[in-house]
């Protein structure tokens, strides 16, 4: 059993930065690829950015893609989003996941509870 706690998110101007980091406990960290996802009020969670079991590939959704970015320490058995540029449309919950097929929400086997950002004018 992987548990996974997200931190580091909060209240943030449109243009600034925030870098969020998810822990992991209870399991082989490095067996599994990691992802981030986000929720926003009203919408399904939809994926942000993934990364692979070494850390040597990455993959991001579209709106995303040059503003966020995803890395790994397998040493802490942490995965960090490091997160400039951000835009108001950027505020949802965000959650870190752990798998082992897909990027698919619901391929993904363990989820932690999840941190908000939230982007301000």
């Known amino acids: 059993q992987v548990r996974l706690e997200e931190s580091g998110g909060g209240l943030v101007q449109a243009g600034g930065s925030l870098r969020l980091s998810c822990a992991a406990s209870g399991g082989t960290f490095s067996e599994y690829r990691m992802g981030w996802f986000r929720q926003a009020p009203g919408k399904e969670r939809e994926f942000v950015a993934g990364i692979s079991r070494s850390g040597g590939s990455t993959v991001y959704a579209v709106t995303v893609k040059g503003r966020l970015t995803i890395s790994r320490d397998n040493a802490k058995n942490t995965v960090y989003l490091q997160m400039n540029s951000l835009k108001p449309e950027d505020t949802a919950v965000y959650y870190c996941?752990?798998?082992?097929?897909?990027?698919?929400?619901?391929?993904?086997?363990?989820w932690g509870k999840g941190t908000l950002v939230t982007v301000s004018l």
């Open positions: 996941a752990a798998g082992t097929m897909t990027w698919v929400p619901t391929d993904m086997a363990y």
